[in-house]
């Protein structure tokens, strides 16, 4: 049939006829009129399935209206295109509550006046009447509806602020102040919703006052803490009851007022507070176990006497005054323990400078390597020939006289061995080597002489040194294996009497030191590096003598900073000389002819390698553990050798029942400690336990 322009088709048994376009109407049989203005809705039997793409927004309220029966009033600002797409069939009273989510999506409300219902922009929800929330409306439904709620135990000022943000900007939100209660205007899920957080947050509170009985503290000094505390804080919610804390000096006592979780809080602040003291109140006495109790005394000192001087600038000189005389630290070295009398934010910040100083600071072995090797090669090869006749002039008539080789550190020629062969009683000059003679030496004629020297002398020199020392970290330590020999720095005779001959010899000698000597200062960072501070000298007497027979000696010095990872090995420094001097004495044009010139020269040449090597390895010894270890293996290592210089098959004891000195075996390695020491409030040996 045909209605109000609107064609409505019925579905009968399993066919489906579309209504108003969008709209599907099934039901198991019969036949059904909608009309758009009025007339009967469908029954709760049948059921509805929508499909609007793009649909004017009054398309779907006329389509609502037939299909509910509900009469719309729309408003000339409604205007939107609406999609509306259901799988599943839906009855009428579920096609109208789609209907309001889309009003309510496009920012459009329903208000009902009487029997016809408003559809107006939610800015003009506010200034029109709402359906209160009574049962028949749903508490998921998107309808307007205005509630009235009553307050009992917190302020509904303060509800208001907590709930405005939950609140749409269409809607409204206020208090009654005389009444405590709330009045809410939204959509009626929405208005649920915040029923429920109300009715959460509208606990009935608890706040009483609790008194705590004092017996090792004051309550003024308490209750002054505890406000000093909490005072800058203000309470998370300006209508809740804040604590209080007060003192009843009559009983010592402390009263506090409030909430039950904030009367716990501050019982149990109070309950540290009133802690019995054991340190003797202002005065504590600091065992040390590490550091030297008189080295950190003073600095201790500095240390208050610069804070006040920082931090009381406005006082003046007051300032160090007034901390000297409220703190006095001295060292007792007998325990090596501190005794501090101050007050207690100044001996909790003594406490903490002194944990950082009192520990243990780990070793480090050093050992350095010293590698000195030396060649020396030389060699002399000469011929000396002489011609003279013995008339008593001893005027030599020819020869080719040069020093070849030496004799007591004296240049020897032919005239100096003819003069050893004439008076070998005094010879003294006789040339080390190979030398071979030939000559006649008479009292009268020609005598001459001829003499073929050649000397070849090596020498190695392999001396390595390894000295080591073991020092805490940032402590210098020195190492010295010398001896103090004499050096003749002056010579003076003087004669008293020159009659008497009487000489009075003046000598003034200097002793110095030669060996090694080695000062190291170690210090650790942060990981296993360690950054040295050395100074090494390694000296040495040469075996030769300089002027006024003074000793010569062979001196390395090395002064450096190296940075060296730990049990790692690095070279110091080191010198690398190789040097080969060769000399040549000869007769002007005779010592260059062939062959025939070797008679009118002498040549010797040397040859000298030097290589010197310093190397330097540490070992950071961080517990008793790696300490006791590395001592063991040198103290094993002496002892082995002791054992192998012993008597070795003497059948025949020289000094028999003679008991060679031996170390005794080492002693087992201790266990390691994982746990630091704890700070010690008793001094050393003494028994932390309480006699009865």
Known sequence: MRVAATQLWLRMSARAVPLLGGLVLAAGCGELALAQASGPAISSSQRITTNFKDADITQVAEAVSAATGKNFIVDPRVRAQVNLISASPMTGAEFYQAFLSILQVHGFAAVPAGNVIKIVPDANVRTMPATDLPDQVSSSSDEMVTQVISVKNTSAAQMVQVLRPLVAQYGQLASVPGSNTLIISDRASNVNRIMRIIGRVDQAG?????????????????????????????????????????????????????????????????????????????????????????????????????????????????????????????????????????????????????????????????????????????????????????????????????????ANGNSVSI??????????????????????????????????????????????????????????????????????????????????????????PFTTVQRQEVGTILKITPQINEGDAVMLKIELESSELSGTSGDANSLITNKRVINTHVLIEDQGIVVLGGLIRDSTVNGETRVPYLGSIPVLGELFKTRNAKHQKSNLMVFIRPKILRDGMQTAVETNSKYNAIRKEQVEQGPRGEVLPMIPFDKRPLLPEAPPLPERKEEPAPVRTTPPGASSEKQP
Not at 230 to 237: E, K, L, N, R, V
Not at 444 to 452: D, E, I, K, T, Y
Not at 467 to 488: G, H, R
């Open 415 to 504: 005239v100096d061995l003819a003069r050893d062969i004439q008076s070998p009683t005094t010879a003294t000059s006789v040339p080390l080597g190979a030398t071979f003679g030939i000559g006649r030496i008479a009292m009268g004629g020609v005598n001459f002489a001829a003499m073929l020297r050649a000397l070849r002398s090596d020498s190695n020199t392999n001396v390595i040194a390894t000295p080591s020392a073991t020092t805490m970290d940032n402590q210098e330590t020195e190492l010295k294996v010398a001896q103090e020999v004499p050096f003749i720095t002056g010579q003076y005779t003087n004669s008293t009497s020159t009659s008497s001959g009487t000489v009075n």
């Open 206 to 406: 608890d706040a009483n006052v609790e008194v705590i009985p004092l017996q090792n503290s004051t309550a003024a000094d308490v209750v002054r803490t505890i406000t000093a505390l909490t005072g800058g804080q203000a309470p998370a919610d300006a209508g809740a009851l804040a604590p209080k804390v007060v003192a009843d000096d009559r009983s010592n006592s402390v009263l506090i007022s409030g909430e039950r979780a904030q009367r716990l809080r501050i019982a149990t602040l109070v309950a540290h507070l009133d802690t019995p003291v054991e340190n003797g109140g202002n005065t504590q006495v600091r065992y040390l176990h590490y550091a030297d109790a008189e080295k950190i005394a003073p600095k201790l000192k500095e240390q208050l006497t610069g804070v006040a001087a920082s931090t009381g600038g406005a006082a003046g000189a007051a300032g160090p005054a007034n901390a000297d005389r409220s703190t006095t630290i001295w060292a007792d070295p007998q325990t090596n323990a501190l005794v501090i009398t101050a007050p207690p934010k100044t001996m909790m910040s003594l406490n903490t400078i002194i944990d950082k100083l009192d520990i243990r600071r780990a070793q480090v072995l050093v050992e350095a390597i010293i590698v000195d090797v030396n060649t020396d090669k030389a060699a002399d090869l000469g011929v000396n020939w002489a011609m003279w006749s013995k008339d008593g002039s001893n005027i030599p008539a020819g020869g080719f006289v040069s020093p070849v080789g030496a």
